[in-house]
């Protein structure tokens, strides 16, 4: 029972490069997420997505580009990475339902040299 | 301003003690609340949540809603030291997305 799957776990680019962080659940929810967190601002909103095909711009959404490839799959991309962009990244899931949870993965460790 | 707002403390209880963590909220159309707890270096996971107005008990912990407030919040009895960690409180918010507060950090001391 997977859950929610994040991949890398850690991740160390130069300025400048580019990425793309992976997420996939097996819950099949409609929901998921993207968010980043830093020391003293929680978790902030990238990007949203209610379900295949469709995206929403969250809090934070400059410097970053998803998509969302099918119901299970979430990838969030870097073009050119910034210093500024140093955080854990969380990728998340969820039913449609109000009253249900947002589940987690493991997060990835992202630094931009 | 954020959607939740959250005292970032750190708040420090001796073992035994009540625990009390608070958040408000601007989104009056939002339907739930949540409360996570994230130790250093995972990922974040749910205590508790709450929809209806009034207090929800689960265990040592109690999560309070008031609407008209618009304020949340998450008591936490008998704290123990394994309570030591990172509370964040949540709302799935009208756009049906999830927005999260600041956190609170807590340390339950022996």
């Known amino acids: 029972n997977a859950g929610v799957t994040q991949t890398p776990k850690f991740q160390v680019l130069k300025t400048g490069q580019s990425m793309t962080l992976q997420c996939a659940q097996d819950?099949?929810?409609?929901?998921m997420y993207w968010y980043r967190q830093d020391p003293g601002m929680g978790l902030r909103l990238i990007y949203y997505s209610a379900s295949e095909g469709t995206t929403d711009k969250g809090e934070v959404p400059n410097g970053y580009n998803v998509s969302r490839l099918n119901k299970r799959e979430f990838s969030l991309r870097l073009e050119s990475a910034a210093p500024s962009q140093t955080s854990v990244y969380f990728c998340?899931?969820?039913?449609?339902?109000?009253?249900?949870?947002?589940?987690f993965g493991q997060g990835t460790r992202l630094t931009v040299v | 301003q954020k959607e939740v707002e959250q005292n970032s403390g750190p708040l420090s209880v001796p073992e035994g003690a009540i625990a009390s963590l608070n958040c408000t909220y601007s989104?009056?159309?939002?339907?739930?609340f949540f409360w996570y707890r994230q130790y250093s270096g995972k990922s974040p996971e749910l205590i508790m949540f709450?929809?209806?107005?009034g207090d929800k008990e689960d265990g040592r912990f109690t999560a309070q809603l008031n609407k008209a407030s618009q304020y949340v919040s998450l008591l936490i009895r008998d704290s123990q030291p394994s309570d030591s960690a990172t509370y964040l409180c949540?709302?799935?918010?009208?756009?049906?997305?999830?927005?999260f507060g600041t956190g609170t950090s807590l340390t339950v001391i022996p």
């Open positions: 998340a899931s969820s039913s449609d339902n109000p009253g249900t949870e947002a589940f």
């Open positions: 989104d009056r159309g939002s339907q739930s």
């Open positions: 949540a709302g799935f918010n009208t756009g049906n997305q999830f927005y």
């Open positions: 819950m099949n929810h409609n929901s």
């Open positions: 709450i929809y209806s107005n």
